[in-house]
């Protein structure tokens, strides 16, 4: 790969409602590396997919040019779009669309989080006229003159209700929500990693007390840590959405760093997440069982993506096999 090529990458973590039927996933996969007459689709790769049965949910982490993102993962949308339907969809983790997100991340230092907002209203609109039916709200850089963030638009929709009432939802784009699509949510931002902490218990009380105290906006919670507590394989998972913030918002921690454009970003350590809560479940009793990553971190996704298209390699995802980090 050529420098001038992989200082223009963008990243797409594109959440899909499906992790029951290995076979979907896997179409949807191969639907963003394949050109529409069915050959290989040069310049993209799908690095890894991450599933989860409980949630019935799962994450595929896509990286292109930031010329070429936009086609890729509306392939990869549509494909998922005529595979999954909502209204028969059962699953723990809370989601509203057969593509539940679709959140675009710059990986290059040529790449601003503009040009990502730019795709991903053009991903909306490239929905509702191709899969009629379909209809998005926009988040973050996309969310126009607003960039109201992802929880901010979440909680606007009833996100995180049992059973989210869709007849009330208004949509940025696109028709009222139907049943078999449901609602899309469409964003760009700086990366955003995925960081799940399992903890012993069932009590999902408890498993909420110590999301509050992690939580970005909570006194003393970690900058850049959205979060919420689910029920998970008999146990309950803390599952962190951590966003990349300002350099200068870390305080003086050596947390690990990444350049966009001319500005210094960095993010809370998986490390410094998992012991905030194994600290605070250990205080009411309770044990840690484990920490995922859903994907990678910045510096990972731009370091594998670069020799994934480097040696033209679009389903990376099995050179992980078995492997979630």
């Known amino acids: 790969m050529t420098s001038a090529l992989s200082r223009r990458l963008v990243a797409c973590l594109l959440n899909i409602s499906e992790a029951l039927d290995r076979d979907v996933v896997e179409k949807v996969a191969h639907a963003a590396i394949t050109h529409q007459h069915g050959g290989r689709r040069k310049g993209a790769t799908v690095l890894n997919i991450f599933s989860d049965r409980d949630y019935n949910r799962s994450v595929l982490t896509i990286v292109a040019d930031i010329e070429l993102i936009g086609d890729v993962v509306l392939s990869a949308s549509k494909r998922a779009f005529s595979l999954i339907d909502m209204s028969v969809h059962e ?158 918002a870390a305080g003086g921690e050596s947390w690990p760093a990444f350049i966009v454009g001319d500005q210094t970003f960095c993010h809370a350590p998986a490390s410094l997440i998992t012991t905030r809560v194994a600290e605070l479940a250990r205080s009411r009793g309770v044990r840690t069982r484990g920490t995922a990553l859903v994907g990678f971190t910045p510096l990972e996704c731009k370091k594998l993506a670069e020799t994934a298209l480097s040696q033209d390699i679009g389903h990376f995802w099995k050179e992980l096999h078995g492997v979630h980090m």
Request: aromatic share 6%; with cysteine; charged share 20%.
């Open 91 to 248: 699953g723990i983790h809370p989601c509203m669309g057969a593509v539940d997100l679709v959140p675009f991340y710059p990986l290059g230092e040529e790449v601003s989080t503009e040009d990502c907002a730019k795709k991903a209203q053009a991903i909306g609109t490239a929905l509702i006229e191709q899969v009629p039916g379909t209809s998005a709200f926009f988040f973050g850089w996309a969310d126009r003159p607003l960039h109201r963030g992802l929880a901010h638009r979440r909680k606007e929709f009833g996100w995180f209700r049992k059973v989210p009432n869709m007849a009330a939802v208004r949509p940025d784009v696109g028709p009222l929500p139907g049943r078999r699509y449901g609602l899309t949510g469409i964003g760009a931002s700086h990366y955003v990693m995925n960081c799940n902490v399992t903890i012993d218990t069932q009590e999902v009380s408890l498993g909420r007390d110590v999301a509050s105290a992690i939580r970005e906006s909570s006194p003393g919670g970690i900058p850049g840590v959205q979060v919420i507590a689910l029920p998970h394989e008999g146990m309950v998972e803390i599952a962190c959405n951590v966003e990349s913030v300002h350099s200068s």
